[in-house]
């Protein structure tokens, strides 16, 4: 696999654009968050969908995203102190390790999963957060200011390439064995076994990963404390106004593509076109990405988010899923990389960022947990009080809410922030 990803690295910096030499451990960085994502393309969206289409019914999959928002914050907070004590890579190790079991699970319970959306969710979040803790604190060890905007649209790009085919991979293979039967599951679980055998696989790379440790506790309540840190504030409540939107956009597209077309094929298609564009923009990103542009970025990007749930709240069904699709793709995109970037800035300028690092990516998803589970909150109560109508207007008031992050960019050093 090494040589493949050799290769892949060799063929883009070649033919497609990217000119900045990487060191070796940025690139098997890469090669890794690349893995993962495949993964996550594969199976996220037809989880969702597999709790959802046996009774027609989205408590299930709301109860199942709600209670993994909850456990990934408790995952960063298990895993700060499981990293202090007995390594920086084991997070990133369990991370691999927690999701292969909810697919392990799926697998065993099969039609009774819709049952126990608790259980599944409980494993997804501590498999989501011991993930991204272990990433980020990567991401932030292994790159440098300077050259994290060109990682960051590298890695994105990379990533999207190897997210294309495998959600339509995975609605096609559902598809080829509802043939068999048209109310046949076995589809799903070919899939979910990949992913599982995927996840086994990133566990062994994992083994062979070597980071610089470093000692101490774990002073998580000392950092979310901290007095005289205004930049880091500001940039707390930016995250819990992005958690907000992101509560209920993490599942609900996939869902209501299979909700207006019940077919798999069309659900893995359609992501297939949204990683497809998040593969032009990224690359674009890549060639253009500076700490110069990272304002016009942020504007720009959220504008298209926006734009893009007007559609959903006009109606849903293929046009406006369809529309919806094509602008957020690029929106999104646009907007994660350029918001990565602003983060890790700040938590590196933050009070005693050098000895805390690792508590300050734990404490930061406390409010991105609150705002998601508040995001997903509103979306169940207006579907539960207004229907359909309630849910379509959820979604354009959430997606507007990505428009709040400007209220809480830094002040004192916004323009170092954004141009610097």
């Known amino acids: 696999m090494d040589f493949l990803f050799n290769y892949v690295y ?126 980020h604190f990567l991401t932030l060890d292994m790159t440098e200011a300077k050259t994290r905007d060109y ?93 907000i939107r992101n509560g209920a956009f993490w599942f609900v597209i996939s869902v209501l593509v299979y909700q207006v077309s019940k077919n798999e094929g069309i659900v893995g298609s359609y992501n297939m076109m949204s990683n497809f564009l998040a593969v032009l923009t990224a690359y674009g990103l890549s060639l253009w990405a500076e700490a110069r542009h990272r304002g016009r970025g942020l504007l720009v990007s959220s504008l298209l988010g926006w734009a893009a749930c007007g559609f959903l709240a006009w109606k849903i069904n293929y046009i406006s899923l369809l529309g919806y699709g094509l602008l957020n793709a690029v929106g999104v995109t646009w907007f994660s990389v350029v918001f990565a970037a602003v983060g890790f800035d700040m938590l590196e300028r933050a009070r005693e960022a050098q000895r805390y690092k690792l508590e300050y990516l734990a404490v930061r998803e406390l409010p991105l947990w609150l705002g998601r589970t508040l995001g997903l909150a509103i979306m169940m109560a207006s579907q539960h009080y207004l229907g359909e109508l309630g849910l379509r207007l959820s979604l354009l008031v959430l997606g507007g809410m990505q428009m709040g992050v400007f209220l809480f960019l830094p002040q004192r050093r916004q323009g170092e922030a954004l141009t610097s």
Not at 11 to 36: A, D, E, Q, V
């Open 10 to 135: 060799q063929f883009l910096k070649h033919n497609l654009g990217p000119r900045r030499n990487l060191p070796g451990s940025s690139k098997t960085l890469m090669w890794m968050i690349g893995g993962y994502d495949f993964n996550f393309a594969l199976s996220s969206a037809f989880i969702n969908v597999f709790l959802y289409k046996r009774d027609q019914d989205w408590k299930p999959v709301e109860l199942y995203n709600l209670v993994s928002y909850a456990t990934i914050m408790l995952a960063f907070w298990i895993g700060g102190h499981l990293a202090k004590k007995l390594g920086h890579l084991l997070p990133y190790q369990l991370g691999f390790i927690f999701n292969a079991l909810v697919f392990l699970l799926v697998l065993i319970l099969r039609e009774k999963s819709p049952d126990h959306p608790y259980l599944l969710g409980f494993f997804a979040g501590l498999g989501i957060g011991f993930y991204y803790l272990g990433q």
């Open 151 to 243: 990682f960051l649209s590298l890695s994105l790009f990379l990533s999207s390439i190897l997210r294309i085919l495998a959600p339509a991979l995975a609605g096609w293979i559902i598809l080829a064995f509802k043939r068999s039967g048209p109310d046949s599951s076995l589809g799903y679980y070919v899939v979910f076994a990949m992913t599982l055998l995927v996840y086994l696989f990133l566990i062994y790379k994992s083994l062979t990963l070597k980071i610089k440790e470093s000692g101490g506790g774990f002073d998580f309540w000392k950092v979310l404390t901290f007095s005289r840190n205004p930049d880091w504030n500001r940039q707390m409540a930016a995250q819990f106004i992005l958690g």
